[in-house]
């Protein structure tokens, strides 16, 4: 609040968007490029980083024999060991979102957003952008509480983490079928999202009170030391968050 008053007796034009309080410490702003200088020598200002574009995950069009993948790894052997079924540990899957109709991920088979939100399996999460967002158009966030998936990556991140189905019977078993699972949706049907949103997503689940947080995306720049979404990991990660 004290940096936006000072930008606006320096005469620095600027719209907030986010503020961000739980682990790294700032404000998402729109503002003109021309302005960025003005703001960095602002006090109070520590740094100035611009927000970035997050292409989705494209899922790949394959037909792998996935019923031999637990053994490929060493999974099936891990699973063999009393108590590490994944049971008591919660997993957030920040992506596309989730599809928690699925019966491998606790879903009754219903295709209906609504139904089976949360669950059993999928016990939480949000939907922080909607299905027609895209960062690179432009389109607006439409937020709602049911974080659903229509561009599958998450969904196939999500099995490989928990499902928990009949490999016998055409279902998938996932590594630790026992976790409950938070979906944080950052992505609509097609496009973009934005580092915006995602720092959003992590700082819910932190708050939420995720043990493991998996990010299967990620953008030039994004993954530098200082970058904020970076920042945020170093703060999830000391608070014993496994990222």
């Given at each position: 609040e004290t940096v936006h008053q000072r930008a606006a007796e320096a005469e620095i034009p600027m719209e907030v968007q986010e503020h961000f309080v739980s682990g790294w410490n700032g404000m998402s702003v729109e503002m003109e490029d021309t302005d960025v200088a003005k703001l960095r020598d602002l006090p109070g200002v520590t740094a100035v980083y611009p927000v970035l574009e997050v292409e989705m995950p494209e899922p790949q069009d394959a037909a792998p024999e996935d019923v031999y993948g637990n053994a490929m790894t060493g999974v099936d052997q891990v699973q063999q060991v009393d108590g590490l079924t994944g049971e008591g540990v919660t997993v957030a899957v920040i992506d596309s979102g989730i599809d928690y109709n699925h019966p491998d991920l606790g879903g009754s088979g219903t295709d209906d957003e609504t139904k089976d939100f949360p669950g059993d399996r999928?016990?939480?999460?949000?939907?922080?952008?909607?299905?027609?967002?895209?960062?690179?158009?432009?389109?607006?966030?439409?937020?709602?509480?049911?974080?659903?998936?229509?561009?599958?990556?998450?969904?196939?991140?999500?099995?490989?983490?928990?499902?928990?189905g009949d490999p016998a019977a055409g279902g998938v078993l996932g590594v630790a079928p026992g976790v409950d699972l938070l979906s944080y949706r950052v992505f609509g049907c097609d496009g973009s999202s934005s580092t915006e949103v995602i720092l959003q997503a992590m700082e819910q689940a932190m708050d939420d009170g995720a043990d493991v947080v998996n990010m299967s995306l990620g953008a030039s720049f994004a993954t530098w030391q200082d970058y904020p979404t970076a920042q945020m990991s170093d703060v999830m990660t000391d608070r014993g968050v496994t990222m």
């Open positions: 999928v016990v939480g999460g949000y939907d922080f952008v909607g299905d027609d967002y895209d960062s690179e158009a432009g389109t607006p966030v439409a937020p709602d509480e049911f974080p659903d998936d229509c561009g599958g990556h998450g969904s196939h991140v999500a099995g490989i983490i928990g499902a928990d």
